[in-house]
């Protein structure tokens, strides 16, 4: 088990490895194709200033979800800016598939509990969503993705591996 200062250096350790990952393939916030890379740093930063308050106040031991979630949140951007292209548009599309799985789920649940349909959009809404489930589909439909198969077609473990993060990773999954 680590101890709590081991904690918060490995926490340190990827937040400051995020951040100069960061800086190499430095975009401005203006270009919206990158969106899931600012995405995944905000959810690093988040949950990094969260664990630091969680061990601080003697939740360390909790803290290790968050500190795998982190650690995952980094390695996913890590992973896409090794060959950011192609990559960015698979996490981009797979990010449509999973909202799909969620409004499915959403759908279902509604209509077995309450016996309704979603409330009525209007013509506008219902064009604006038309068009992006349309661009939405069109993208996911590039790649095969499964229920229960990470975005990437790659374990996490083995997306750790290509970014030299194996020894990291099984660390974290031993906490």
């Given at each position: 088990?680590?101890t709590?200062?081991?904690?918060?250096?490995?926490?340190r350790?990827l937040?400051?490895?995020?951040?100069s990952?960061?800086?190499i393939?430095?975009?401005?916030?203006n270009?919206g194709k990158?969106w899931?890379l600012f995405h995944?740093?905000?959810?690093v930063?988040?949950?990094?200033e969260a664990l630091?308050l969680?061990a601080?106040?003697?939740?360390?031991?909790?803290?290790?979800?968050?500190?795998?979630?982190?650690f995952?949140?980094?390695?996913?951007?890590m992973?896409?800016?090794k060959?950011?292209?192609?990559?960015?548009q698979r996490?981009h599309?797979?990010?449509f598939?999973?909202?799909?799985?969620?409004?499915?789920?959403?759908d279902?649940?509604r209509?077995?509990?309450y016996?309704?349909?979603p409330k009525?959009?209007?013509?506008?809404e219902?064009t604006?969503?038309?068009i992006?489930?349309?661009?939405?589909?069109?993208e996911?439909k590039?790649?095969?993705?499964?229920?229960?198969?990470?975005?990437?077609?790659?374990?996490?473990?083995?997306?750790?591996?290509?970014v030299g993060?194996?020894?990291?990773?099984?660390?974290e999954?031993?906490?």
């Amino acid at each position: 088990m680590l101890t709590l200062q081991q904690l918060i250096q490995l926490n340190r350790e990827l937040r400051a490895s995020l951040v100069s990952g960061w800086q190499i393939h430095k975009s401005g916030p203006n270009d919206g194709k990158y969106w899931p890379l600012f995405h995944l740093a905000i959810q690093v930063m988040r949950k990094h200033e969260a664990l630091e308050l969680l061990a601080e106040r003697g939740f360390g031991q909790e803290a290790g979800m968050l500190l795998r979630s982190m650690f995952e949140a980094t390695v996913n951007a890590m992973w896409i800016s090794k060959d950011l292209e192609p990559r960015i548009q698979r996490y981009h599309a797979y990010q449509f598939f999973s909202a799909q799985q969620y409004r499915d789920i959403a759908d279902k649940h509604r209509l077995a509990n309450y016996g309704s349909k979603p409330k009525r959009e209007t013509s506008e809404e219902k064009t604006i969503r038309q068009i992006a489930e349309e661009a939405g589909w069109k993208e996911m439909k590039k790649y095969d993705f499964k229920k229960n198969q990470y975005w990437s077609g790659k374990s996490l473990k083995q997306m750790a591996e290509e970014v030299g993060w194996l020894n990291r990773y099984e660390v974290e999954y031993k906490i």
